[in-house]
């Protein structure tokens, strides 16, 4: 067996510990979903030629490019507005508890936020019912008193167990288990 390869695997891991950062989530809202509109680069070059022939002579060739690259799909004025729409309703989402916890305006790592969600008051959803029940639970209680010969899963009301087990009073001292024998 090679300890080298083995001693030199267990460095390699061990250096790459101290450079490795953990995978955060991040909002996918706020991602730019890879947008780009093109890229523009430079680049130089040179290159050293040498010929064998019965000369011998050396030939030097330098040279700078430009290129510029443009992606395939939407333009590039549509895919930034689309970006721009993604924040703005991550941001309509979100600005309801920004507001609501007035601690945030006082700590200076939240500046940014507090600003952009100053003066957005989201609207409240004022179709709920009152009494705080969903409309699933208001269905199924009509559907209860129209069939009440049925018996529903997850009903509320639950019927007395046939079992003929019972649950000892709560002051109840179980027996200890009896003691092995040990031979």
């Known amino acids: 067996m090679n300890y080298y390869f083995t001693g030199l695997l267990i460095l390699a891991f061990t250096i790459l510990a101290f450079f490795v950062e953990p995978a955060y989530p991040r909002n996918e809202y706020l991602n730019e979903y890879g947008v780009r509109c093109g890229e523009m680069e430079i680049s130089t070059e040179r290159r050293d030629t040498d010929y064998n022939y019965s000369d011998g002579s050396t030939n030097e060739q330098q040279g700078i490019r430009f290129t510029y690259r443009k992606y395939l799909g939407t333009d590039c004025k549509t895919s930034k507005e689309n970006v721009a729409i993604k ?31 100053r003066g957005v008051n989201p609207a409240r959803d004022n179709t709920r019912p009152n009494d705080s029940k969903s409309l699933w639970d208001d269905m199924k209680d009509d559907y209860k008193k129209e069939n009440p010969e049925l018996n529903l899963m997850g009903d509320k009301f639950i019927e007395p167990s046939k079992s003929k087990l019972k649950i000892p009073p709560k002051d109840y001292i179980l027996p200890l288990p009896k003691p092995k024998n040990e031979d």
């Open 87 to 117: 924040q703005q309703l991550e941001l309509m989402k979100m600005c309801g508890r920004v507001n609501a916890n007035p601690s945030l305006a006082n700590n200076s790592n939240f500046n940014l936020l507090v600003s952009k969600c």
